[in-house]
């Protein structure tokens, strides 16, 4: 949980990750000189997306386990934390970055809009749905399968996740989306109707360059709406 | 004494350490951090219409490549409790309007003014960093204990402070327009919604659809088919 408590660009997740190997450390080190050294090590550069990262974290477990056993050498762990890590965060930030966070806040924002609190509600549990079961089995599991924890069924299922998780994101997109266009058949609404195809439209337009970002958009397009606001 | 305004900064620090350093289980998403406030100031309706706009933008934000995404924790945070603090003394509903675009502007800017104190807590961490790995080499029983506390409380306290600082100078400097143009803000809320609800749509829809026809087709089956069952359940 605390993986990027001190999170920074030199080493980026390195102390979150060995303090969080350190309780492992304890029981397969009873030296606490060399321990200590090992810690040392790996405050080192670590990097990937935060809760893959208890898979890496189990499989780096049993190798430090198979290290203090003398049947793995010193340069295998950190060769196996250097290929885990990229290997994670390639497939742990398209699962929650880009599909189950907008998944998730399509869904709250979908019941919000009856004005309850549900909305809420629904959004954190849908996001940690995932998040807490792939953060509290991920460690057993890589502990389990060791540095091929990527090279079996998991990836697979993941990937599947994430195409399958996509696809209903599509499907829940229209349906907010035709909520919104159609939250009442009065001739009020098609002022915010039309305003709100015209706001799709520029921003499907605006999605094509990274720069400037959304927020940098919605900043000017809410000054020029104070201006309107003023003028009309 | 009304509590809210503390709960509020409170829990901007909260939002701050479940971003990123603490869990990250999407407690400091705009919706949710919303909702909790509006029932802390009793007004969940307009917590709601900044909640759903910040949330919006917030899931079209995406951290692409080195580029440090917008602060919407702090900013979701701060944007419904200047919305909230700004529309406690408003009893119509025009008014309230008017303080829930003041209060997603505010949100918007503190969004944008919270990346440099994320870099600046990151580059502090640096030294932290490197001071534990000299300790543990130096035969220190928990550096990393204490290194990570150190890192907690820090992200606590630039979020609780941020979003207090915010807050003063939101209500300090909007009371006066909320009160007094309420009209005008009013009508700026009613054209700057649905642009901004739609540019942040369209941003996720691009992020779902990936240049992927199947994908597109399905979006729009669902969107005229929702469309439809809605125009009929209406009539």
């Excluded at chain 1, 998780?165 to 159609?182: D, I, P, Y």
């Excluded at chain 2, 029932?39 to 995406?62: H, P, R, Y």
């Amino acid at each position: 949980m605390l993986l990027q408590a001190t999170f920074n660009y030199e080493r980026q997740q390195g102390i979150g990750w060995a303090w969080a190997l350190s309780p492992a450390l304890e029981r397969v080190v009873p030296d606490p000189v060399e321990r200590r050294e090992r810690l040392a090590e790996h405050t080192a550069y670590f990097n990937t997306q935060p809760t893959l990262a208890s898979f890496a974290l189990g499989a780096v477990a049993r190798l430090e386990q198979q290290r203090a056993e003398g049947t793995v050498d010193p340069d295998t762990v950190g060769r196996v934390k250097g290929a885990l890590g990229p290997a994670l965060a390639a497939i742990g930030d398209r699962l929650f970055w880009f599909t189950l966070r907008p998944f998730a806040a399509c869904l709250g924002i979908l019941f919000a809009l009856g004005g309850t609190a549900l909305g809420a509600v629904v959004l954190w549990l849908t996001y940690n749905a995932v998040h807490l079961t792939l953060r509290l089995f991920g460690v057993g599991i890589g502990h389990d399968q060791g540095p091929s924890v990527l090279g079996g069924t998991l990836r697979t299922r993941l990937e599947g996740l994430v195409r399958r998780l996509g696809l209903l994101g599509c499907a829940l997109l229209g349906v907010l989306v035709a909520a919104l266009m159609a939250p009442g058949i009065d001739s009020s609404d098609i002022a915010f109707q039309a305003t709100l195809v015209g706001g799709l439209l520029f921003g499907m337009l605006s999605a094509l360059r990274s720069r400037p970002s959304p927020t940098q958009w919605a900043l000017g397009l809410g000054a020029l709406c104070l201006i309107a606001g003023w003028l009309r | 004494m009304n509590p809210a305004p503390l709960v509020t900064a409170l829990l901007g620090g909260v939002a701050a350490l479940d971003a990123a350093p603490v869990g990250q289980t999407m407690l400091f998403q705009p919706l949710v951090t919303a909702t909790l406030l509006g029932f802390v100031w009793g007004d969940l309706a307009t917590a709601l219409q900044v909640g759903i706009v910040l949330q919006v933008l917030a899931a079209s934000t995406q951290p692409v490549g080195s580029r440090t995404p917008e602060d919407y924790a702090t900013g979701g945070v701060v944007g419904a409790g200047l919305a909230l603090a700004l529309a406690a003394h408003e009893p119509f509903t025009m008014a309230r309007q008017g303080c829930a675009l003041l209060g997603t502007l505010g949100g918007m800017i503190a969004a944008v003014g919270g990346v440099p104190l994320i870099k600046w807590q990151r580059r502090h961490n640096e030294g932290l960093a490197r001071w534990c790995e000299q300790a543990l080499r130096a035969g220190d029983a928990d550096p990393l204990g204490r290194a990570q506390v150190a890192g907690v409380v820090l992200a606590f306290a630039v979020g609780v402070s941020y979003t207090a600082l915010c807050m003063g100078l939101g209500v300090s400097l909007l009371s006066g327009p909320a009160s007094h143009e309420s009209i005008r803000l009013a009508r700026a809320w009613a054209l700057a919604r649905p642009l901004w609800l739609g540019l942040g749509l369209a941003q996720i829809l691009s992020a779902f659809l990936q240049r992927r026809l199947t994908r597109g087709v399905v979006f729009g089956a669902a969107l005229l088919g929702a469309w439809l069952f809605l125009v009929i359940g209406a009539h």
